[in-house]
């Protein structure tokens, strides 16, 4: 069964970091591109961050240098290290990755950055 499992969200202070996991089941993992998005309330859903099989990145203009997408074939898992939060980077993150011609996404991990 294919699956993915966001955690790591939490409160956090600004100036802060987190470092959210999504970890994967039922063969995803080796989907070319994992991806994270998030959704703050009455906003569309984002790309944050996004890596390739290869391990090509790219990310939103919003979070480059404060934010590093990594993956690790070993447990399956894609990585969001967030550093240097802001307030406006509260929201619910999403992992997301196509799979066969169809798209997977996690149920989310909220994450909150007071100022």
């Known amino acids: 069964q294919v699956r993915l499992v966001e955690s790591g969200g939490g409160k956090v202070q600004a100036g802060g970091s987190l470092r959210l996991s999504c970890t994967t089941s039922?063969?995803?993992?080796?989907?070319?591109?994992m991806s994270w998005y998030r959704q703050a309330p009455g906003q569309q859903r984002e790309l944050v961050a996004a890596?390739?099989?290869?391990?090509?990145?790219n990310y939103a203009d919003s979070v480059k240098g404060r934010f590093t997408i990594s993956r690790d074939g070993n447990a399956d898992t894609v990585y969001l290290q967030m550093n240097k939060l802001k307030p406006e980077d509260t929201a619910v993150y999403y992992c997301?990755?196509?799979?066969?011609?169809?798209?997977?996404w996690g149920q989310g991990t909220q994450v909150t950055v007071s100022s």
């Open positions: 039922g063969g995803i993992f080796s989907s070319n591109v």
């Open positions: 997301r990755a196509p799979y066969f011609g169809d798209d997977y």
């Open positions: 890596i390739t099989s290869g391990g090509n990145t």
